[in-house]
């Protein structure tokens, strides 16, 4: 490509690497997507800047860690002072879209879990703007757009431009009780909607699975179709313009609830799934945080409807991978479409197609669903797929790379410098990491542990080590003799060594992600 050229970066929500047939999964079939790895480079090291939406979604804007752009965990609003790759590159004349899921904002309308401490007896706590170390706006109106007041109104749209995208068709939610403007594309379509929507109104189904949900929505209205639809329509809209676009695809699929609809609920049969090794095995002892979630379920004290780790049996995971297969299936066929419209647009041969998601799920392995503060594979690695028509194509590579390195790699290929303080490197450059580095955080107290998780982690070509914050155990696993992380050595006499270089390594990350930016203003 002599000129600048497009990019569509396809986006889906709680998907896990091994969850594609370019990854090996004997199941699934996934051939569109499989298609841009074989036009393009896949890699199988990939890892999330935090194993969470928001904060790995303003990853994945800012190119920097949570640490550095503030939205440290789930609830956080991504603030505006943060400069983004997509406002990089609107700047430099590209066309900015954004169709389906953003999450830089809270969606839910729910207060925090979250809360000040309560003031001590015979002190005075200040309130406004001094009630924080860091004064911020984040209450104000334009960090409200996700949420489902914003859209009750007549005729919202969403302001443009919306960190950096100058065209944004939104959708809020998961499963099929979804806004944005995909509710009113589907009130449009389905004046009964209300009636279709939500376990209310679900299908007939055996499923014992928490949030197996077989929807009324048929799939031709289910968000993933609207999505595709409306991706086409924007590159047949742009395809004769001069300027080159940037698009990102966003499904809030595959995240549970499970609910694949139509024909894809009943594609896979989970009697064709192999039960996870867990369940397999009786010569494991969860870590204290996992043993705690796992306890909760057989308790009855589990949120079988909220968003976080839950424990599960192993039929349970089994129907869980079935549905989420089903649930891939219609991104797979909705990437088809998108494709499709790109080959008719007479613009393919001038865009680079990525593939990613912002976590993975949990599906059974360690007797979980969901995600939450356990940091193994199945929710830190995720898929990253990138096909250059200009690039090397059938590729497969073992270099790690992350999250807050896509935008950086997508500048540099556009030839855009990135702003000062970005922290991503180009997946192609000559400097490699030599390891992941992950955080994560959350609002509230975790079940067994006491305190709200504070986890850090390095992923290295071997070992998995996490530090957890105010507690004195902490977890290492060598996953070249324990790929499925079930020994942790910790404490383990042989591999302190590893240990010792392992921390180095993190304190290492953490100076390296430290904001470099504003820059001095002068000399003192």
Known sequence: MSKRPNFILFVTDQHRADYLGCYGHPVLQTPNIDDIAARGVAFDSFYVASPVCMPNRASLMTCRMPSSHGVTMNGVPLDRKNVTFVELLKEAGYNTALIGKSHLQTFTGAPATLQIPP??????????????????????????????KFWSGPHPKVPTPFYGYDH????????????????????????????????????????TCPQAVRTAVP??????????????????????????????????????????????WGMY??????????????????????????????????????????????????????????????????????????????????????????????LGDHGLLFKGAEQY??????????????????VRTGRIGQTHDIGTTILERARIEPAFGMQGLDLFGAKTRQAAFVQYAHQKAMDEIGVPPNIHTIRDARYRLSVLQDLDWGELYDLDTDPGEFCNLWDAPEVQSDKLRLMEELIRAELAHVNRSPMPTGRA
């Open 119 to 148: 003031t001590r007896d015979g002190y005075v706590r200040a309130g406004g703007g001094l009630a924080e170390a860091v004064r911020h706006d984040l209450d104000d109106p334009a960090y409200k757009v996700e949420e489902p």
């Open 168 to 207: 944004v068709e939104l959708v809020t939610g998961h499963g099929d009780h979804i806004g944005g403007d995909y509710a009113a594309w589907l009130s449009e379509r389905e004046p009964e909607a209300a009636s279709l929507i939500g376990p209310e109104n679900q299908l007939p189904h055996d499923y």
């Open 219 to 264: 799939a031709e209205l289910y968000s993933t179709s609207y999505i595709a639809e409306r991706a086409a329509a924007y590159i047949e809209a742009h395809k004769d313009d001069e300027a080159p676009f940037f698009l990102m695809i966003s499904w809030p699929d595959p995240h549970h609830p499970f609910n694949p609809p139509g024909k894809y």
């Open 269 to 362: 049969d989970p009697d064709d799934f192999a039960v996870p090794e867990a369940f397999r095995r009786d010569d494991w002892t969860p870590p204290p945080h996992v043993a705690g979630v796992q306890k909760a379920r057989r308790d009855g004290r589990a949120d079988l409807n909220g968003m976080n780790a839950v424990g599960c049996s192993a039929r349970e995971a089994q129907e869980a991978q079935a549905l989420t297969c089903g649930m891939i299936t219609m991104i797979d066929d909705a990437v088809g479409q998108v494709q499709a419209a790109l080959q008719a647009s007479g613009r393919a041969d001038r865009t680079v197609e990525i593939f990613t998601s912002d976590h993975g799920d949990h």
């Open 377 to 394: 594979e199945q929710i830190t690695r995720v898929p990253f797929l990138w096909a250059d028509p200009d690039g090397e194509a059938d």
